[in-house]
């Protein structure tokens, strides 16, 4: 089955809102998001299975980013493994898009890293990424 973020406490607590989101929500949320031609949800695994997953909301030439690993894959570098993969891809499939960002709480220590690690920059309160400058913005 699909990874489901929202049952997830650990992960909610690091969320815009923490609350947990039941099954039925969870399931319209996703069928909505499949259906929209504004996000790009795309799924990372490997050999051991499932990663995480990120999601873009996009507006224009931007894209806002949120990122979710699967309960006991934090810890290893692999958000900031799959943030490359992910920016490597919309860079590709979806070239109208010059700049990422991505709201982040700041007691969330883990994600900023991952942020950082994968070239990232703070910008007015959040997170950002050219991918077409050579500078990171």
């Known amino acids: ?18 609350n947990p989101i039941d099954l039925p929500t969870h399931r319209k949320w996703f069928e909505n998001v499949l259906n ?10 490997s050999k051991e299975g499932p990663i995480g997953v990120l999601r873009f909301d996009v507006v224009g030439d931007r894209a806002d980013v949120s990122v979710y690993l699967v309960p006991g894959r934090q810890g290893r570098g692999l958000g900031s493994n799959i943030l ?20 982040i709480l700041p007691e969330n220590v883990a994600s900023l890293g991952a942020f950082a690690t994968a070239g990232y920059v703070p910008f ?3 997170f950002r ?5 050579r500078a990171l913005l």
């Open 1 to 18: 089955g699909a990874v489901r973020p929202g049952s997830d406490r650990g992960v909610r607590r690091y969320s815009v809102d923490p």
């Open 36 to 45: 929209d031609s504004s996000r790009v949800l795309l799924i990372a695994g």
């Open 84 to 103: 490359l993969a992910g920016s490597a891809w919309l860079a590709r499939n979806r070239p109208e898009i010059d700049l990422i960002e991505a709201e």
């Open 124 to 126: 007015a309160g959040k």
């Open 129 to 133: 990424r050219s991918l077409k400058a």
